[in-house]
């Protein structure tokens, strides 16, 4: 049960770090709150398994409750604000974006130009 409880961890915790490169593509929006109860619930869980005397009910709680919980939390913890997974304009540009562009187009026609010598 070791090497079961080691894989779902190993698992957790490569899908976790690797979440930014595939959270923009899930529907999931950011919620701190929720987020947050699920990884203290998963440390909680995770305290009880150390206290079990047992070795067979630890890991069934941390294979099958801490793992899956922390994995949650922190996915709701690093959602992207909008629901729709991008985080802004239509091509996943920041909201600021088109204005910025805008400004920095109308400065570069009426920019004066300097050449070096």
């Known amino acids: 049960m070791f090497v079961a409880t080691l894989a779902v961890g190993i698992a957790a915790v490569v899908a976790i770090g690797a979440a930014p490169l595939y959270l923009g593509r899930l529907p999931l929006r950011r919620e701190p709150g929720l987020g947050s109860a699920l990884v203290l619930g998963a440390v909680g869980l995770a305290c009880v398994a150390t206290g079990t005397h047992d070795r067979l009910v630890a890991s069934a709680v941390l294979a099958l409750g801490a793992f899956p919980l922390l994995l949650a939390g922190a996915l709701l913890l690093l959602a992207p604000e909008g629901g729709d997974g991008r ?21 570069s026609r009426h920019a004066p130009v300097t050449g070096r010598s």
């Open 87 to 107: 985080g802004g304009g239509a091509d996943g540009d920041p909201p600021w974006w088109p204005e910025f562009e805008a400004e920095l187009r109308r400065y």
